[in-house]
């Protein structure tokens, strides 16, 4: 091989190494999914509107469409968003729906049947309040937790009547939950489902309950 | 010329070699008794973990007299380097060899019968400072052998699932918190245990640090001598959030323990009455609530059951 050609092939290779390096910073470590922000014009309180899914439009979510999943409804487009990150201004108060079309999950936990870090100490299924649940024998059924524990937030999700698996998902047979708490300082706070729901994997964790994006992630509230 | 160097070279008729190794030990004396006072005195009372209780003084004692046993042994090697360094440091014009080293018994047997009385001392040490405070606030399994006399002790059942810690009090109706209260002057028995994969629980103050293990009861002693805050972490990395798997607790007095037994046994319930019946683990395929409700939505696996063979698992 001629001295051009083995500068020409060792260049290739050193841009191709670049390449790589460059793609993986940028896809895995600088990556992941966006975050919907409740700042932007927030007066008095925030609305904020959840739906989770047993799993996705795999045109939708790309990764794992057939993990279990939280979306969010941007405020500004009124899209549902793929994601679990979201901000909210400090100090205010947060209305909360979640539109369940998941399945039940039996809890694995009964503690995270009780509602608790909310206005009122209590959350409403269609509207009817509750503040204990039994994730074993009902009379409601739970398909996930919506937990914040650095401000000792937990609710149980009232389960769906069917399971959508295109999520996100717009048809009516679904459960609503619905709660409101105080966001408190500025800060990052993590939250997560406590019912171990990654179907298929070892003791239903792992997966989706191991990924931001999906069934936990991080509240960031501004000041 | 040359015999008027030789001469110069040779040790002066009469000189005698100053005693180096009294020289040494009269050095390191003074500073060692110095270093052992401050470190007893001044150091120790101040060492981590405190003495929130007796598990966690009885490791603020052994940090200090490790401390107290290795600082003379760390004089010594400073002493005698900067002695070396000083008095036999190179000198103008001396370009001759030292004297060749030969074995000399009575040093060798010092230094091997030192170096035997300090590690079997400690060892000695060690095992019974392990007995006495009832395990040291270490994990002893599900039988410990070492257990605190005078009485039933407070019995705290620790669960660790990810990502958060609660904590059942089967002596007060078995109503689950996820706050840890303890009650000061009284024998605390930890019964650590997980409901998903490995964990460590750790009372940073108290001195307490069991694995919470799923299917195993790892019981761990303590006894509270003052009132404080207690910083809870998990001590086994556990997964996504594992470092934020934090709370706090806290040793209040007998008075406001009983208080808040009473407020929380109310105020809880209705979520106790969901709860299974107090065990030392919790298998969730021996809870017969949990099975029924798993069959009746046709699911295994999630939730912390196991997965039938239409669905296998995943890494």
Redesign the interface.
Known sequence: MSLPARAVTLLVAFLAVVAGGVFVVIHYLLGGPPTVDFTAGASGQVNMTMQSDASSNPKVVTDHPTWVSYFIKSPQTGAWVHTTLFNVPAHTRVNVTILGYD?????????W??V?GTIGGVAYYGGKPV??V????GPY?IQHTFAI??I?LNVPVEAGPGTCLTGPCTNKAHSTTTFSFMSPSAGVY?W?C??????????????P????GYM?GNMTVVS | MAAAGEAAAAPAAGQIEPRHGLRVFLIWLPLALVADLVIWFVWGPHLPPGGMSSSALSQQVDITVMAVMAAPVMLVVFVYSGYALIVWRHREGDDEDGPPIHNNTRISGAWIAGTTVIVLSLFVYGTVELILPAGAGAGEGNTPIWRPSGGTPLQVQV?G????W?YRYPQFGGF???DLVLPVGQNVQFNVTS???IHSFSAYQLGVKADANPGVNNVAYTHTLHTGAVMVRCFELC???HA?MTTSGQVVSVGAFRAWTAATRVQ?A??TS???PYALT?D?NSIK??G???TS?G?T???????GPQ?????
């Not at chain 1, 309950?209 to 931001?212: G, R, V």
């Not at chain 2, 696996?301 to 997965?307: S, T």
């Open positions: 399945g039940s999950t039996p809890i694995r936990n009964q503690v049947g009780h608790t503040t204990t039994n994730g074993w024998n059924l524990p650095g000792n993590r997560q406590f019912i171990p729901c990654g179907l298929s994997f070892l003791d239903g964790n792992g997966g309950m191991q990924t931001i936990t | 669960i699932q990810q990502w958060r609660t689950e918190t996820t409901l998903d994969v997964g996504l959030w934020d809880l209705a979520l969901n709860l299974p919790y969730a609530q949990l029924k409700a798993f939505v699911l696996g999630a939730g912390g059951g196991y997965y669905y296998p698992v995943q890494p």
